[in-house]
């Protein structure tokens, strides 16, 4: 059973910082690009931050310069730094990645976690 697993949200206030942890874990053979979501109240999920397994990024424009996602293939784990936080950053976020079994190792699929909340306010 393959799980992603979010940790570090929570309350802070404007101008602050957090940094959100995921992890995956079950029989993982290989990982692919990871990355973390979101999806505020009444609107559509979108992509904040991706990490492809050479360690490559991209970011939305809304968070360019202020957070910084990077990964750790030992642990199965990325992070996501943000810094200098904004009400508009809040958000339920989500862990995404492509993965491969130890039972099908050609087989890619799309795992998510259950999401964490953050929330920006005074």
């Known amino acids: 059973q393959v799980q992603l697993v979010e940790s570090g949200g929570g309350l802070v206030q404007p101008g602050g910082s957090l940094t959100l942890s995921c992890a995956a874990s079950g029989s993982i053979f290989s990982i692919g690009a990871m990355s973390w979501y979101r999806q505020a109240p009444g609107k559509e999920r979108e992509l904040v931050a991706v990490v492809t397994s050479g360690g490559g990024t991209n970011y939305a424009e809304s968070v360019k310069g202020r957070f910084t996602i990077s990964r750790d293939n030992a642990k199965k784990a990325n992070y996501l730094q943000m810094n200098d936080l904004k009400p508009e950053d809040t958000a339920v976020y989500y862990c995404?990645?492509?993965?491969?079994?130890?039972?099908?190792?050609?087989?890619?699929?799309?795992?998510w976690g259950q999401g964490t909340q953050v929330t920006v306010s005074s």
């Open positions: 995404y990645a492509g993965l491969t079994t130890t039972r099908e190792r050609n087989v890619w699929r799309a795992y």
